[in-house]
């Protein structure tokens, strides 16, 4: 594996400025090795033979949930229901 290629000083404060983090000298440090190893970890996807795989955007079996015009949505939450306090608390 190759040399890990660390992000520069001024990258890292970037990030931390978006995420609103003050950083530390030795923090500054240590996330350029952490990230840079993390960006050599994911260059290493190139690498795979993607020709086969179907495009997804999710793994999960997931459906919308939709009506047709017309149809009476039965499985909403009701306002009454909302607000019921529920009273042996």
């Known amino acids: 594996m190759s040399r890990t290629q660390a992000l520069s000083k001024d990258e890292i404060l970037h990030l931390a400025k978006l995420a ?25 996807l190139d690498e795979l033979n993607t020709e086969k795989a179907l495009p ?13 015009d017309g ?3 039965e499985r909403n ?8 306090v529920d009273r042996m608390m």
């Open 20 to 44: 609103k983090l003050n950083l530390t000298d030795k923090e500054i440090e240590k996330y350029q090795a952490q990230l840079g190893e993390t960006i050599e970890y994911v260059k290493n």
């Open 56 to 68: 997804t955007n999710s793994v999960v079996d997931l459906k919308n949930i939709t009506f047709s």
């Open 71 to 73: 149809d009476k949505n």
């Open 77 to 84: 939450l009701k306002i009454d229901k909302l607000f019921q």
